[in-house]
């Protein structure tokens, strides 16, 4: 899991991004609808206005297997 209190895109859907393209194994198992927050590249953005409460980046990460 990679989590930010942050709306910054370079702290959050970039970052995952750089490292899922450097990591071949890697992959997102972020579902894609959870019912909360907006799609944000391979995770999930919230809001301070729209959601009532400060900004938060979540991720969901995992190792393929070999």
Not at 13 to 27: C, M, S, V, Y
Not at 34 to 53: I, K, M, T, V, Y
Request: charged share 25%.
């Amino acid at each position: 899991l990679y989590a930010t209190c942050s709306v910054l895109p370079e702290e959050n859907a970039e970052q995952i991004a750089a490292f899922l393209a450097r990591t071949p194994d890697a992959e997102s198992t972020m579902p894609a609808d959870l019912g909360w927050g907006r799609a944000a590249g391979a995770g999930r953005q919230l809001l301070p206005e729209p959601d009532s409460h400060d900004g938060f980046f979540y991720a969901r990460l995992r190792k393929r297997p070999a």
